[in-house]
C-alpha cells in the first residue's frame, strides 16, 4: 500500500514538472511574438524613413524646369512617420481594450480612440496639405494589411482607416490658413479628434458589430470626448515640435 502511494506521489511530481515548463514556454512564445511584433513595427518606420529620405535626395536633383510636386518628399517622410508610429502604438492600448473597453461591451475605439486619432491631426499639422489626415490613414491600412494585423478584413480594412482621416481632414478645413502647417488651433483639433474618432466607430458598429442603437449613441459620445483628447495631444506635441524647431533654426 505505502508502495502505490508512493508511486502516486513520484508520479503526481512527474506530471507537475511536466506541466511547468509548458507553462513557461506558453508565456515565453505570446512574449517572443509581442517582441517580434514590436521590432517588426520598428523596423517599418526605419525602412519608411530611409525609402523616403532616399526619395528626397532624388528630388533634390531634378531638373529646375519641372514643377514641384504637391507634396513634398518631407511630407511623405512624415506622413509615413505618422501611420507607422500610430500602429506600431496598436500593442500598448490594445490590452487596456481588453481590460475596461469589453467588460463594458462598449468597442475598444470609444475608450482609447483618440490616441490613434491623434496620428492624423499631427500628419496634417506637420504637413499643412490638403487630405494629409486620409493619406495617414490610408497609408495606416497597407501596413496593418502587411503585417497581418487583426481587424476588419478585406475592403473593409481599408474603409475603416481612411474615413476616420476624411473626417478630420474636412473639420481641419476649418481652421484659417489650413494651407499652412503652424497654423493648428486647439479648438479645430479637438473637433477634428472627435470627428474622426466618431466616423470609426461609428462604422465599425453598423459594419462590423452590428449593436443596438442605445449602446451606438453611447459609444459614439464617448468616443467624440476620446477624440477631443487626443486633438488636444495632438495640438500640444505639434506646439511643442514647433518650439523646439524654432529654437534649434534660431527663429
Excluded at 118 to 129: C, D, P, V
Excluded at 143 to 159: E, K, R, Y
Aim: aromatic content about 6%; some cysteine; overall charge positive.
Amino acid at each position: 500500500m505505502r508502495d502505490k502511494v508512493a508511486m502516486r506521489g513520484d508520479a503526481s511530481a512527474t506530471s507537475l514538472h511536466l506541466q511547468r515548463p509548458g507553462r513557461g514556454r506558453a508565456r515565453g512564445g505570446k512574449a517572443e511574438a509581442d517582441l517580434e511584433y514590436t521590432t517588426s513595427c520598428i523596423d517599418c518606420i526605419l525602412a519608411a524613413y530611409a525609402l523616403l529620405m532616399c526619395t528626397a535626395q532624388a528630388q533634390t536633383r531634378r531638373d529646375s524646369h519641372l514643377a514641384p510636386s504637391k507634396y513634398t518628399a518631407r511630407d511623405s517622410v512624415f506622413i509615413a512617420l505618422m501611420a507607422a508610429a500610430g500602429i506600431a502604438i496598436k500593442p500598448l492600448i490594445v490590452p487596456v481594450i481588453r481590460v475596461v473597453a469589453v467588460p463594458l461591451g462598449l468597442p475598444g475605439g470609444s475608450l482609447v480612440g483618440g490616441i490613434y486619432m491623434m496620428w492624423l491631426i499631427l500628419g496634417h499639422a506637420f504637413t499643412g496639405r490638403t487630405w494629409a489626415a486620409t493619406l495617414v490613414g490610408v497609408v495606416q491600412a497597407i501596413l496593418a494589411w502587411a503585417m497581418g494585423i487583426p481587424g476588419p478584413q478585406g475592403p473593409w480594412m481599408l474603409v475603416m482607416y481612411m474615413a476616420p482621416g476624411m473626417a478630420a481632414d474636412l473639420v481641419l478645413r476649418l481652421s484659417p490658413g489650413s494651407a499652412g502647417a503652424t497654423t493648428l488651433s486647439p479648438g479645430v483639433a479637438m473637433l477634428a479628434g472627435a470627428a474622426a474618432n466618431v466616423a470609426g466607430i461609428a462604422l465599425m458598429c453598423v459594419i462590423i458589430y452590428r449593436i443596438s442603437f442605445p449602446v451606438l449613441v453611447l459609444s459614439m459620445a464617448v468616443g467624440a470626448l476620446s477624440g477631443a483628447i487626443g486633438g488636444v495631444l495632438a495640438y500640444a506635441i505639434h506646439r511643442r515640435v514647433s518650439q523646439i524647431a524654432r529654437q534649434t533654426h534660431g527663429g
